[in-house]
């Protein structure tokens, strides 16, 4: 794991450099690595509606559509003092999807890292969240994640495809043996056949239902 120091004197950062820098970083990809996270959200809200809220018991995550959140990345620092208020942040969840070209995916796996580095480093409690496309990713989305700790996933989307679901199981069963996760979070469906070996194991599942899910539920009510 090596440090970097990525100051140029005299050049604008235009990529984001000072979200990592003093981080250590892992793996051939050189991510950052994140400090290990214990807590166990009890509320979540994405992170479009928590620029509004004022219910700062939730945590915050990204599991809604790039462009309601690729704007933190444009500018992190005018969402930092809104996010301090909750009572943590799961790590953005930029989009891999199997047709994107690899280093797409790598770039959006760095940029959750990065983010979640900076949000650390500005004393925000943050869940790593795990997010992967294919086998060619399962490696590198675990990079920079510290084993035993609470890591978060999300489901929405993936299970009702049957290529979709067996990549996800898959990839699941990769994370966990890699992670060995004390808590998985998990947002979204959580059905019995994929998660019962990782409760048996002694694996905390804590699941929310997506907004699409619950605005469902809402209109059949």
């Given at each position: 794991?090596?440090?970097k120091?990525s100051?140029?004197?005299?050049?604008?950062d235009?990529?984001?450099?000072?979200l990592?820098r003093g981080?250590?970083?892992?793996?051939?990809?050189e991510?950052p690595v994140?400090?290990?996270?214990?807590?166990?959200?009890?509320?979540?809200?994405?992170?479009?509606?928590?620029?509004?809220s004022?219910?700062y018991?939730c945590?915050?995550?990204?599991y809604?559509d790039?462009t309601n959140?690729?704007?933190?990345?444009?500018n992190?620092?005018?969402?930092?003092p809104?996010?301090?208020k909750?009572k943590?942040?799961i790590?953005?969840?930029f989009s891999?999807?199997r047709?994107?070209?690899?280093?797409?995916q790598q770039?959006?796996?760095y940029?959750n890292?990065?983010?979640?580095?900076?949000?650390?480093?500005?004393?925000?409690?943050?869940?790593?969240?795990?997010?992967?496309?294919?086998?060619r990713?399962?490696e590198?989305?675990?990079?920079?994640?510290?084993?035993?700790?609470v890591?978060?996933i999300g489901?929405?989307g993936?299970?009702?495809v049957n290529?979709?679901?067996e990549y996800?199981?898959d990839?699941?069963?990769?994370?966990v043996?890699?992670?060995?996760p004390s808590?998985?979070v998990?947002?979204?469906?959580?059905?019995?056949?994929?998660?019962?070996?990782?409760?048996?194991a002694?694996?905390?599942?804590i699941?929310?239902?997506?907004?699409f899910?619950?605005?469902r539920k809402?209109?059949s009510a």
């Amino acid at each position: 794991m090596a440090i970097k120091n990525s100051a140029r004197n005299g050049c604008k950062d235009v990529f984001r450099s000072y979200l990592v820098r003093g981080a250590k970083f892992a793996g051939n990809l050189e991510l950052p690595v994140l400090k290990p996270s214990f807590s166990v959200p009890e509320k979540v809200i994405t992170f479009s509606k928590a620029i509004r809220s004022t219910d700062y018991e939730c945590w915050v995550h990204f599991y809604e559509d790039d462009t309601n959140f690729e704007r933190i990345w444009n500018n992190p620092q005018k969402y930092l003092p809104i996010l301090k208020k909750f009572k943590g942040v799961i790590s953005p969840d930029f989009s891999l999807y199997r047709d994107m070209p690899l280093v797409m995916q790598q770039w959006n796996i760095y940029r959750n890292r990065a983010i979640a580095c900076w949000l650390q480093n500005n004393g925000i409690e943050v869940i790593p969240n795990i997010r992967f496309a294919d086998f060619r990713t399962y490696e590198s989305c675990c990079l920079g994640v510290e084993k035993h700790s609470v890591i978060a996933i999300g489901t929405h989307g993936c299970i009702k495809v049957n290529r979709d679901r067996e990549y996800l199981i898959d990839g699941l069963d990769y994370i966990v043996k890699a992670l060995q996760p004390s808590v998985i979070v998990v947002y979204g469906t959580a059905p019995n056949y994929i998660f019962d070996k990782y409760i048996k194991a002694g694996i905390q599942i804590i699941q929310f239902q997506s907004e699409f899910h619950l605005s469902r539920k809402a209109v059949s009510a």
